[in-house]
C-alpha cells in the first residue's frame, strides 16, 4: 500500500472550504466513489439491524408472549443502548492500535450476535443480543466517522458525511419493507440471518479494500490517563459539546417515533402489514436532504444549512403538537409532518457531526466516541421516556418533539453565542 499521506491545508474558520493535495489520498486503493459508498455501507450496519426488526414486533410479542406492547420497543431500545455504550471506548482503542483491527472486531462481534439471536430461546436472551449487535455496530459507526476526519476537514468533510449519509439514510426507507418481505418467505428470525448475511459482505469488503488511515506515527497510547484527558479536550471545547447535545436532543425525537411509529401507524391510523410502505415513505424526507446537503453545503456552509434546517424542526414540532392537541391530525397531515421532520433531521445531523468533529483532528477516533455515545445515550433517554409514555394518541410524541426541538435550538443559540446562520470568524475554543 502506498504511504503518502494527504496534506490538509485547513483555515483558521472552520465552517471554509477546504483544500487538500497530495499524490495519493488516504484511503488509498479506494477511489473516492468506492470510499464514499463503503463507509456508507459500513454505516448502514446500524439502521438496517434497527428498522429491519420494526414489522417483525409483533410476531416477536406472539412467540414470547409479551402482553405489553410497549415492552416491545426494548427489542429497539436495547440495541441502540449497546450501540451508545460501545462507543465510550471504541475511538480511544481506535486511536491506538488503527481503525482496520477495532473496525474488523466490532463486525464479527455483530455476526456473533446475529447467530445468537435467530438461536435465542426467550425474550431475554434475545434482548441480550441485540445489545450485543449494537455494541458491534458502534465500532462501524464510531470508526466511520473517524476515517472520514482521516482524510478529510471542513466543507469537504461535511461533503464526504452528507454523501455517505444519504446512501445510509436510504436503509431506514427500504428496511421495514425488507423485513416484510423476509417474513412473507421465513420466520421473524431470518431477518437476523439477513443481517448477518449483510455483516459479513460488509467485513470481507473492508477487509479486502479498506486501507489503515491512522499512520503508526499519529497513534496514541492506550493508558486511561490520556484518554480522560481526551474526554476532557473534547467536553471542554465549546463547540463539540455543544453540537453533541445538539444532536442528541434532535436524535431524541427521531428515536421516540422510530420506537413508537409501528404502535401508531398500525394502531392509531390502522395500516396494518401497509406500515412499511408509510414508514418508507416518511424516511424519503432524510435521503433528500443528504443529497441537498452535499451539494449545497460546501457554498452555503455547515452553519447556515443546519440552523436553517433546526428553525424549520421548531415549527414543524409546533405545528403537530396544536394538531395533536386538538385532535385533528389525519393520516395525510401526519404524513406530510412526519416527512418534514426527516427532512429537517436530515439536513441537520451529518453538519452538527461535521462541526462537533471539526475541532478533533488530533483526537478524532476519541472525540467521535465520546460524540456518539454523548448523542446516542441522550438521544435513547429522551426516545425511550417518550416511547413509554405512547397511550394511544400522537399528544405524548407530539409534546417531546416539541420540547427536544426548543432545548435544541436554546443549546445552539448558546453555542454559537447568539450567532446564528453565519460561519464564524474563528474556531470557537
Not at 466511520?144 to 482524510?151: K, L, Q, Y
Not at 469488503?205 to 496514541?220: H, V, Y
Not at 472525540?367 to 456518539?372: C, P, Q
Amino acid at each position: 500500500m502506498v504511504n503518502t499521506e494527504v496534506q490538509h491545508v485547513v483555515d483558521v474558520n472552520a465552517d471554509a472550504p477546504i483544500e487538500v493535495t497530495g499524490e495519493v489520498p488516504k484511503h488509498y486503493p479506494m477511489g473516492f466513489a468506492e470510499f464514499v459508498v463503503v463507509i456508507a455501507a459500513i454505516m448502514a450496519l446500524n439502521p438496517l439491524a434497527m428498522d429491519m426488526m420494526l414489522p417483525a414486533l409483533p410476531n416477536i410479542a406472539s412467540s414470547f408472549h409479551i402482553d405489553a406492547a410497549n415492552r416491545l420497543q426494548m427489542v429497539l431500545s436495547s440495541f441502540m443502548i449497546g450501540f451508545g455504550v460501545g462507543q465510550f471506548l471504541i475511538g480511544p482503542l481506535s486511536d491506538s492500535f488503527g481503525r482496520r483491527p477495532v473496525l474488523l472486531g466490532g463486525m464479527v462481534l455483530y455476526a456473533i450476535a446475529s447467530v445468537l439471536a435467530i438461536a435465542a430461546p426467550s425474550f431475554e436472551m434475545l434482548l441480550l443480543a441485540r445489545a450485543l449487535e449494537g455494541l458491534g455496530t458502534s465500532a462501524t459507526r464510531v470508526i466511520a466517522t473517524s476515517i472520514v476526519r482521516d482524510c478529510y476537514a471542513g466543507r469537504r468533510m461535511a461533503s464526504v458525511v452528507s454523501l455517505a449519509m444519504m446512501v445510509f439514510i436510504a436503509v431506514p426507507v427500504v428496511a421495514p419493507s425488507f423485513g416484510q418481505a423476509v417474513m412473507l418467505m421465513v420466520h421473524w428470525r431470518g431477518i437476523f440471518a439477513v443481517l448477518m448475511a449483510y455483516g459479513i459482505v460488509a467485513l470481507l469488503w473492508s477487509l479486502f479494500r479498506l486501507p489503515e488511515t491512522l499512520p503508526a506515527s499519529e497513534r496514541k497510547a492506550f493508558a486511561i490517563p490520556q484518554v480522560l484527558d481526551a474526554y476532557r479536550q473534547t467536553l471542554t471545547n465549546r463547540q463539540t459539546l455543544g453540537y453533541a447535545l445538539a444532536a442528541g436532543g434532535v436524535q431524541g425525537a427521531l428515536f421516540g417515533f422510530v420506537f413508537c411509529s409501528q404502535q401508531v401507524f398500525t394502531g392509531i391510523y390502522q395500516l396494518g402489514p401497509y406500515f412499511p410502505l408509510a414508514f418508507a415513505a416518511i424516511a424519503v424526507g432524510v435521503a433528500v436532504a443528504g443529497f441537498l446537503n452535499a451539494r449545497l453545503v460546501g457554498r452555503i456552509g455547515m452553519r447556515v444549512m443546519s440552523h436553517s434546517a433546526l428553525v424549520g424542526f421548531v415549527v414543524v414540532a409546533a405545528i403537530m403538537y396544536v394538531a395533536a392537541k386538538l385532535q385533528i391530525l389525519p393520516l395525510p397531515l401526519f404524513m406530510a409532518l412526519a416527512a418534514l421532520m426527516m427532512f429537517s433531521f436530515g439536513l441537520m445531523i451529518a453538519n452538527f457531526t461535521a462541526l462537533a468533529m471539526e475541532p478533533q483532528g488530533h483526537i478524532a477516533g476519541t472525540a467521535s466516541s465520546l460524540y456518539g455515545s454523548i448523542t446516542t445515550l441522550l438521544g435513547i433517554g429522551i426516545g425511550a421516556v417518550i416511547g413509554q409514555d405512547y397511550n394511544g394518541t400522537l399528544v405524548p410524541f407530539a409534546t417531546g418533539f416539541l420540547l427536544c426541538t426548543l432545548a435544541t435550538l436554546a443549546v445552539v443559540a448558546i453555542t454559537e453565542k447568539g450567532r446564528l446562520f453565519r460561519p464564524h470568524h474563528h474556531p470557537i475554543a
